[in-house]
């Protein structure tokens, strides 16, 4: 009865210990299109926005490359925004940045994206930097319970419709202008005639 007494005691004191620690989170990494009504000919733009929601550490840099399929639009270039050096420089073709101090709010712009469509159809776009200590991933400040290093991997479909088509002018529209130009040709007659 003992030993059974003590097996049930070890597993609940390690189970109030798995417990007790404390839960880690982890950043989440999103592409977000500033409109997702695109047309073939239109230039867009995609945030690339990092929640590091409870992670309650300091962003240092993040690196990552852009990938893209299909070929319905191309990628033209990047802006890293307000808060981030841009350290591209270091690693091209990758979109990298850093800030000293750090920035630890949640939902932070890293990077915003430019395509222009050029076909109907849907293609993909990929932001990939998998932790590499050095260039890729994000960095966060150190601390005794994480590493601080952790990878950007987020991906996002595109639709790009057709062009929309300009209205046909109704019969009526067409019979208005007709009687306008008819009226105008025989203002312009009365004049000849009387002068």
Same mark, same amino acid.
């Given at each position: /009865?003992?030993?059974?007494?003590? %097996?049930?005691?070890?597993?609940?004191?390690?189970?109030?210990?798995?417990?007790?620690?404390?839960?880690?989170?982890?950043?989440?990494?999103?592409?977000?299109? /500033?409109?997702?009504?695109?047309?073939?000919? $239109? !230039?867009?733009? /995609?945030?690339?926005?990092?929640? &590091?929601? !409870?992670? =309650?550490? $300091?962003?240092?840099?993040?690196? +990552?490359?852009? =990938?893209?399929?299909?070929?319905?639009?191309?990628?033209?270039?990047?802006?890293?925004? *307000?808060?981030?050096?841009?350290?591209?420089? #270091?690693?091209?073709?990758?979109?990298?940045?850093? @800030?000293?101090?750090?920035?630890?709010?949640?939902?932070?712009?890293?990077?915003?994206?430019? +395509?222009?469509?050029?076909?109907?159809?849907? &293609?993909?776009?990929?932001?990939?930097?998998?932790?590499? =200590?050095? +260039?890729?991933?994000? @960095?966060? $400040?150190?601390?005794?319970? *994480? *590493?601080? #290093?952790?990878?950007?991997?987020?991906?996002?479909?595109?639709?790009?419709?057709? @062009?929309?088509?300009?209205?046909?002018? $109704?019969?009526?529209?067409?019979?208005?202008?007709? *009687?306008?130009?008819?009226?105008?040709?025989?203002?312009? %007659?009365? %004049?000849? =005639?009387?002068?």
């Amino acid at each position: /009865m003992s030993k059974c007494f003590l %097996r049930i005691f070890i597993g609940s004191l390690l189970l109030v210990g798995l417990m007790s620690l404390p839960a880690q989170a982890f950043p989440t990494v999103s592409l977000n299109l /500033m409109d997702t009504d695109i047309y073939v000919g $239109e !230039n867009f733009d /995609m945030q690339v926005l990092v929640d &590091g929601d !409870n992670i =309650n550490l $300091e962003l240092l840099s993040f690196g +990552f490359d852009v =990938n893209t399929t299909g070929s319905v639009f191309t990628y033209d270039g990047y802006k890293v925004e *307000t808060g981030f050096d841009d350290d591209s420089f #270091w690693v091209p073709p990758a979109v990298a940045g850093s @800030a000293f101090p750090g920035i630890a709010d949640d939902n932070v712009l890293l990077a915003t994206l430019s +395509f222009t469509a050029l076909d109907v159809g849907t &293609g993909s776009v990929e932001a990939l930097g998998l932790t590499d =200590n050095l +260039f890729y991933g994000l @960095a966060y $400040e150190m601390d005794p319970v *994480t *590493t601080g #290093w952790y990878d950007i991997d987020a991906s996002r479909d595109i639709k790009i419709k057709s @062009a929309p088509v300009a209205p046909v002018p $109704e019969p009526a529209t067409i019979i208005l202008i007709g *009687t306008g130009l008819a009226g105008l040709a025989g203002f312009k %007659r009365k %004049r000849k =005639n009387q002068g």
